[in-house]
């Protein structure tokens, strides 16, 4: 079966399925995926050099805002 993210197995009952890369220098950028739905990729063109940050709600699961910093 196919789980949330690409993740080797389910999450429990009221956990919240995420998964981040990191990527590789600048051949693989990274992702962050959460609940099956990617946040930041190369692809959504919203990733940048150093940090990548997704603020998510912890409760509801709700994207409130990205950014990346470079350090």
Do not use: W
Request: hydrophobic share 40%; proline share 4%.
């Amino acid at each position: 079966p196919r789980h949330k993210c690409g993740n080797q197995k389910s999450c429990p009952q009221n956990y919240f399925a995420f998964k981040i890369i990191s990527g590789a220098a600048n051949v693989v950028g990274p992702s962050i995926c959460f609940e099956d739905l990617v946040l930041m990729s190369s692809v959504k063109n919203n990733i940048g050099r150093g940090l990548n940050i997704a603020l998510v709600n912890g409760t509801t699961g709700q994207l409130l805002k990205t950014d990346a910093f470079d350090l």
